[in-house]
């Protein structure tokens, strides 16, 4: 059975209807859904208007926030320190300094006369003594005018702190291992020649050990003839033939060739300075 036309237009008026009858639902609904937020972003605005009226009306010296920066910073660490502890950070920098000096200087005597770690910690610590005391006297020998030249004064002033410098190393090691320091004092001048035998094999295949360049010192000092007589080892009075033979069973053929070459040079070089003084005096005259 067929629809006449006249049904059939009625029929899409319906649809038609319907169709739009929905669509005003739906934009009703949105329209609703707008409205409520647009509500409540107002609410949102009022509440944050009102806070700043509440902000504004606060007294001038009130603040609502924190402020995250003092008014006043404090000053930086390095600036609070004062001279005082400038001086002091200073003196204890050179107390370090001397007793790394007094470490690798006396460690040949420390193992020497076997001393105790008490023992050498006192040592050390009269050491240092001895140095910022001696200090303290050249600062005052030079604000009196004192030249470098002046050694008869220097001496004089030195006097009184070597009898109290001494008196406080017999205190820290006692009197056997005393007198073992002053017959090591003894051989100090003898040592450069160690160190340029050791700096000369440090790279080969016999480097000079410490119990070795002790030994070189001890023989060498045994040959000056001051050293003998019980002043200080000197190496232009030493017998350097007796010296070299006695070596040879310490020494290895490289490091006895190594001092042969230091002794040379030294000798080369101590000739040189004296042509060199005899030709300035002559010039002179």
Known sequence: MTLSKTKLMWVALFFGAVAIALLII?????????RAEIR????????????????????????????????????PKIAQQTEAEALLARENQRRALLQGWTTQAYAPFFRAAALSAVQVEAFKTAMIAHFLRWSEIVDAGRGQGLATSDQNVWKELGKKEEVQF????????????????????????????????????????????ADRAET??????????????????????????????QLEGALTPGQLAALQTSLAARDAIRKLNQSLAKAKKAGGN
């Open 26 to 34: 739906r934009f009703d609904r949105t329209a609703r859904q707008t």
């Open 40 to 75: 409540s972003l107002e609410k949102k605005r009022l509440a944050v208007e009102t806070k700043l009226a509440e902000a504004k009306a606060l007294p001038a010296t009130a603040s609502p926030v924190a402020d995250p920066v003092p008014a006043a910073l404090p000053p």
């Open 166 to 209: 001494r008196q406080e190393q017999r205190e820290a090691l006692g009197p056997a291992a005393f007198q073992q320091l002053r017959q090591f004092e003894r051989t100090v001048p003898l040592k450069p020649v160690a160190d340029a035998v050791a700096g000369a094999t440090f790279d080969s295949p016999e480097p000079l050990t």
């Open 216 to 245: 070189l010192v001890r023989v060498l000092a045994n040959n000056s003839t001051r050293f003998k007589n019980g002043g200080q080892a000197s190496l232009d009075d030493l017998d350097l033939s007796t010296a070299l033979a």
